[in-house]
């Protein structure tokens, strides 16, 4: 099993920045797969950012520019810097990993993302 712990969530004003970090134990080895997500209350769960087999990054088109994905092998953390947040980027953010190969998927127990207009 994995376990994923966000953190870093807050309360901001637009146009501020948020650094939020995912903390990966357990039978960690071989995920090769890793992103971001996002949910807001009534909307459906969307791909933020995914960062695959250590560099290769994606990005959605609402947030290309203004979001980077990155991870620490060393820490097992992994990290979604957010800068010139927007109110609709309002959301409870989870962490995502995966095993590809496998289909074995796991996931966090979210950290809230808040943006005043």
């Known amino acids: 099993q994995v376990q994923l712990v966000e953190s870093g969530g807050g309360l901001v004003q637009a146009g501020e920045s948020l650094k939020l970090s995912c903390a990966a134990s357990g039978s960690i080895l071989s995920i090769n797969y890793m992103a971001w997500h996002r949910q807001a209350p009534g909307k459906q769960r969307e791909l933020v950012a995914s960062?695959?087999?250590?560099?290769?990054?994606n990005y959605a088109d609402s947030v290309k520019g203004r979001f980077t994905i990155s991870r620490d092998n060393a820490k097992n953390t992994l990290y979604l810097q957010m800068s010139s947040l927007k109110h609709e980027d309002t959301a409870v953010y989870y962490c995502?990993?995966?095993?590809?190969?496998?289909?074995?998927?796991?996931w966090g127990q979210g950290t809230q993302v808040t943006v005043n207009s």
């Open positions: 960062i695959f087999r250590d560099t290769n990054t």
């Open positions: 995502n990993a995966k095993r590809t190969w496998s289909g074995e998927d796991y």
